[in-house]
Antibody, heavy 119, light 110 residues
Framework: QVQLQESGPGLVKPSETLSLTCAVS?????????WGWIRQPPGKGLEWIGS???????YYNPSLKSRVTISVDTSKNQFSLKLSSVTAADTAVYYC????????????WGQGTMVTVSS | QSALTQPASVSGSPGQSITISCTGT?????????VSWYQQHPGKAPKLMIY???NRPSGVSNRFSGSKSGNTASLTISGLQAEDEADYYC??????????FGGGTKLTVL
């Protein structure tokens, strides 16, 4: 049973880089699946940020692509999100998720972590 | 990329059936059979209810079904129950090798 757990700072200053990690348990990240990040601003809907395939291929939301990097660390069985030059608009609950389906539908989700951008 | 279009809210009485629509374009919903639906209760992470237009993951009630016609996908919930009250989001793969969500629909069970 795959389980995901997000971790990282809950407060980030404007213009700095938001960094989050998703620890994977119950499955080897190098064995397969898509691994992704989704966020949800307070009171608003879901926004897909990006995904990475176990092979290392990355896919990013075109509106965030210039600021986003998603990577995998197979030695620690985790994957990470970096979002640069953050503003208050990046304040949201950030979820990591995984998909065992080729279509990329996320069947396993972390509990989410709230990140606030404020000075 | 533009979010897929969903009604802001729908409602129904227990035992009834409701349908939530999700409208996109030929570059996303209409172009691929990669539409998924998620249920989200307040303060909780989303839960996958339907993938690849009409497939249910193991453990999801058969009261939930999905379909697609042209650029519009639909989620139907039959035999509505109080526990179905939640926000529902559709999502689709796109021609830009990306995924896009709908704006979400709040389901109220009367």
């Amino acid at each position: 049973q795959v389980q995901l757990q997000e971790s990282g700072p809950g407060l980030v200053k404007p213009s700095e880089t938001l960094s989050l990690t998703c620890a994977v348990s119950g499955y080897s990240i190098s064995s397969g699946y898509y691994w992704g990040w989704i966020r949800q601003p307070p009171g608003k809907g879901l926004e897909w940020i990006g995904s990475i395939y176990h092979s290392g291929s990355t896919y990013y939301n075109p509106s965030l692509k210039s600021r986003v990097t998603i990577s995998v660390d197979t030695s620690k069985n985790q994957f990470s999100l970096k979002l640069s030059s953050v503003t208050a608009a990046d304040t949201a609950v950030y979820y990591c998720a995984s998909s065992k389906y080729p279509s990329g539908a996320f069947d396993i989700w972390g509990q989410g972590t709230m990140v606030t951008v404020s000075s | 990329q533009s979010a897929l279009t969903q009604p802001a809210s729908v409602s129904g009485s227990p035992g009834q059936s409701i349908t939530i629509s999700c409208t996109g374009t030929s570059s996303d919903v209409g172009g691929y059979n990669y539409v998924s639906w998620y249920q989200q209760h307040p303060g909780k992470a989303p839960k996958l209810m339907i993938y690849d237009v009409s497939n249910r993951p193991s453990g999801v009630s058969n009261r939930f079904s999905g379909s697609k016609s042209g650029n519009t996908a639909s989620l139907t919930i039959s035999g509505l129950q109080a526990e179905d009250e939640a926000d529902y989001y559709c999502s689709s793969y796109t021609s830009s090798s990306s995924w896009v969500f709908g704006g979400g629909t709040k389901l109220t069970v009367l």
